[in-house]
């Protein structure tokens, strides 16, 4: 009888994987996002008209191509694929809305390695790095986004680049001072967008801000923190060992010790 391969035999069989496609496509997708966001604020900037324009167009055309293939393959090779995709709606408001494109710049920020003392102070330099990150792209998309809705149309006070990501900054702040304002309908939807995007932003910010202080608070004072049910548990399982009994089972007492 035949026996099924084994050990490297069977690896090229199983075929292409999410994981290995992720680590295929993810600098191509990278650097797609980055041209899409250099053509779309050439486009809309400099308010390209003639060949100028269908260059650009034809620049943002090819990276939307390139994010529905991506789509497309992870889809096919994921399985489950009911539960792929419901845990990647993001991946397909990407492909359906190409101001979400840029977006994936952000994945660029998870190669930033820093060197940190502690497991939570790494957190939370992760964190202010996509908050910032997400933050200059949202504002900077936002920004073309209605510019782009709002140039020309009547009534519209938002007519230049300028005033664009002046709008777009105070907007994300949740400031919001009214001097500039969309009229359009898409342009008021881009608002609501990036509305929705700086009350996750601030609150992020503000949660890592307050983490920072209170870790900075804490330090001096390990001493005084109290003990918890793991470090109970570790001290009794050491206390056996040196005692020479062996481990057993031992359910937590009213106070988080182990009970003997």
């Known amino acids: 009888m035949t026996q099924p391969p084994t050990g490297t035999d069977a690896a090229p069989r199983r075929g292409m994987t999410l994981e290995r496609w992720h680590d295929i496509t993810s600098w191509p997708l990278i650097v797609a996002s980055l041209l899409f966001i250099v053509a779309y604020s050439w486009l809309v900037i400099a308010n390209l008209q003639g060949t100028p324009y269908l260059v650009a167009r034809l620049v943002m055309g090819a ?126 939807f881009v608002a609501v967008l990036l509305m929705l995007g700086g009350v996750a932003v601030v609150g992020v910010v503000t949660a890592t ?7 900075r608070a804490a330090q001096g004072h390990e001493d005084q923190e109290p003990a918890t049910r ?16 062996p481990p057993v089972d031992r359910p937590p007492g009213p106070d988080g010790a182990a009970s003997d």
């Open 63 to 188: 990276t939307w191509v390139i994010f529905v293939v991506d789509y497309l393959v992870r889809l096919a090779i994921a399985k489950p694929r009911g539960v792929w995709f419901r845990h990647h709606i993001f991946d397909l408001l990407v492909v359906s809305v190409p101001a979400l494109r840029p977006l994936r710049l952000l994945k660029a920020l998870t190669l930033v390695h820093v060197l940190q003392r502690t497991a939570g102070t790494a957190l939370r330099s992760r964190i202010a790095i996509y908050g910032i990150g997400a933050a200059l792209v949202l504002i900077w998309i936002a920004a073309l986004a209605v510019l782009e809705a709002e140039r020309g149309a009547p009534g519209a006070n938002i007519e230049n680049f300028g005033d664009a990501v002046w709008w777009a900054f105070v907007t994300i702040t949740t400031v919001g001072y009214g001097d500039f304002y969309p009229v359009t309908g898409w342009g008021r």
């Open 209 to 215: 801000l307050a983490s920072w202080v209170l870790e």
């Open 230 to 245: 793991a470090q109970f548990r570790l001290i009794a399982e050491k206390i056996d060992e040196l005692r020479g009994v």
